[in-house]
């Protein structure tokens, strides 16, 4: 499964539950990264500009640490939630390269939305508690702005090949996650409830999701015809 969301729609929180409920592993990039960031590893001190900034890290760095995880996830586990990964057009085309590449399968996009002003706060108020000192009301703009501009066409993409499952966070978390557990019965990872049918939607192979004009040997760069 893989979470694609703008800052503050809860993200994090579902995931957990999704992982909770299924088993399924939480690969979080943006936590990844943190680690890296705390620890002061070469990494880390690479990045931080980056996160402080609200911008995106460079996708040859956060593929060097994203990848290994997913690799050791794929073999490991029965399956894995992504939390912020992938972000921009050519990190989702190579997670679904590599996707290929060890026959896995996607059991769907989960894209989670809420009101811009509800996201800021969200996102201040969570920075005042955990002590988040990056993001500030400029920095939650630009981070806004930037998964407008790189973030958002993922969800054109994955809309286009009818894996998406869109829900709005702006309600009780009891009524989210009562949709995400529908949605996982209806995909086979959870026992339907009692009178609910059994599941009738199945995991989609990730060569469905490369570009049929560059298929397997499609490259991070992209090209023609990817996007649609
Ligand atoms: P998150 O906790 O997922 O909101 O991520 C925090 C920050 O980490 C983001 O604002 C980015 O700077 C960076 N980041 C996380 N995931 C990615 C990614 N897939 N690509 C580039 N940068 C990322």
């Known amino acids: 499964m893989i979470m694609v969301s703008p800052p503050g729609a809860g993200k994090g929180t579902h995931s957990r539950w999704l992982t909770e409920q299924t088993g399924a592993v939480h690969i979080s990039s943006g936590d990844l990264l943190r680690a890296e960031v705390a620890r002061r590893s070469p990494l880390g001190l690479q990045v931080a500009a980056y996160t402080a900034r609200g911008d995106l890290v460079p996708d040859e760095l956060i593929l ?111 009524d989210v996650q009562a949709d995400l557990r529908h949605w996982l019965e209806t995909r086979g990872l959870l ?13 989609v192979p990730l060569n469905h999701l490369l570009p049929p004009a560059t298929g397997r040997s499609a490259h991070l760069q992209g090209g023609p015809g990817f996007g649609g």
Request: aromatic share 4%; no cysteine.
């Open 191 to 203: 026992p339907p409830a009692a009178g609910r049918p059994e599941a009738a939607q199945h995991a």
């Open 64 to 174: 060097s640490i994203l990848l290994p995880a997913v690799e050791a996830a794929a073999r490991d586990s029965g399956g894995f939630v992504l939390d912020g990964f992938p972000r921009t057009m050519p990190q989702a085309l190579r997670a679904a390269e590599l996707g290929a590449e060890l026959a896995l399968t996607s059991d769907g996009v989960i894209y989670l939305t809420a009101p811009e002003d509800e996201l800021v706060s969200r996102v201040l108020d969570r920075a005042r508690r955990d002590g988040r000192d990056d993001d500030t009301p400029q920095v939650i703009r630009h981070r806004l702005a930037v998964f407008a501009r790189e973030t958002a066409p993922l969800v054109d993409y994955y809309r286009g090949r009818g894996i998406l499952l869109e829900l709005s966070t702006d309600r009780p978390e009891a």
